[in-house]
């Protein structure tokens, strides 16, 4: 069984789209082998109410309670590595991880984006993907490095912007393709047919 730890800062519809998927696989020819056994955050504003409906562990690690970034890093990480992860996911987890915990975990240490990577890193991607005009954006699965959505991508998918969407319409429509990306690959990882170290290599 995969074990993850999945962060998030928001509103968390992506995780509750992969505890969905898990939880709908167990009665299907082909059960997810994944379990969240810890789900974390930086802020009391990221929806943990998702973990208290099924009874998995939550912790709060927020910045504002350590002298620097380092130091905070520093505490997310023991939070984390209690857990014994197979893999730590940030799904919607708007803050950027210290190097000691990206060299602690990655590259068993994933992130989703929604844009079509390398386009459009960053916090704002789907609004710089409304104001560049372009026709597509996308999103994307990938290993966390050092940089700023810089990581080794696992799977990604193009998405039409159109002529009518808002930010919100065009994320919306985003969140769907990143669900699917994201179950399919905790999937995978489940299964052994991705194996990040290589992807990573
Ligand atoms: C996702 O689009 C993620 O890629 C981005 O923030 C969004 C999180 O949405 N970083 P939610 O919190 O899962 O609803």
Same mark, same amino acid.
């Given at each position: 069984?995969? !074990?993850?730890?999945?962060?998030?800062?928001?509103?968390?519809?992506?995780?509750?789209?992969?505890?969905?998927?898990?939880?709908?696989?167990?009665?299907?020819?082909?059960?997810?082998?994944?379990?969240?056994?810890?789900?974390?955050? %930086?802020?009391? !504003?990221?929806?943990?109410?998702?973990?208290?409906?099924?009874?998995?562990?939550?912790?709060?690690?927020?910045?504002? %309670?350590?002298?620097?970034?380092?130091?905070?890093?520093?505490?997310?990480?023991?939070?984390?590595?209690?857990?014994?992860?197979?893999?730590?996911?940030?799904?919607?987890?708007?803050?950027?991880?210290?190097?000691?915990?990206?060299?602690?975990?990655?590259?068993?240490?994933?992130?989703? &984006?929604?844009?079509?990577?390398?386009?459009?890193?960053?916090? &704002?991607?789907?609004? %710089?993907?409304?104001?560049?005009?372009?026709?597509?954006?996308?999103?994307?699965?990938?290993?966390?490095?050092?940089?700023?959505?810089?990581?080794?991508?696992?799977?990604?998918?193009?998405?039409?912007?159109?002529?009518? %969407?808002?930010?919100?319409?065009? &994320?919306?429509?985003? !969140?769907?393709? *990143?669900? *699917?990306?994201?179950?399919?690959?905790?999937?995978?990882?489940?299964?052994?047919?991705?194996?990040? !170290? *290589?992807?990573?290599?």
């Amino acid at each position: 069984m995969l !074990k993850l730890v999945v962060l998030i800062s928001g509103t968390g519809s992506n995780l509750r789209a992969l505890l969905d998927a898990i939880d709908d696989s167990r009665n299907s020819e082909q059960p997810i082998a994944a379990e969240i056994v810890a789900i974390g955050a %930086d802020t009391p !504003k990221a929806n943990l109410a998702l973990a208290a409906e099924r009874s998995i562990p939550t912790f709060l690690v927020q910045p504002g %309670d350590y002298p620097d970034r380092a130091a905070w890093g520093d505490a997310l990480l023991e939070e984390i590595q209690r857990w014994e992860p197979d893999v730590t996911i940030l799904s919607g987890f708007m803050r950027l991880v210290p190097p000691r915990v990206v060299d602690a975990l990655s590259p068993e240490l994933l992130n989703t &984006h929604p844009a079509y990577l390398p386009e459009f890193p960053g916090a &704002h991607a789907v609004r %710089d993907a409304i104001e560049a005009q372009v026709s597509e954006t996308g999103a994307t699965i990938m290993i966390v490095d050092n940089g700023v959505d810089t990581g080794p991508i696992i799977a990604q998918q193009r998405i039409p912007i159109h002529p009518e %969407d808002t930010q919100e319409s065009l &994320h919306e429509r985003i !969140k769907i393709v *990143e669900r *699917e990306l994201l179950t399919e690959t905790v999937r995978n990882l489940a299964l052994g047919t991705i194996n990040l !170290k *290589e992807i990573a290599a």
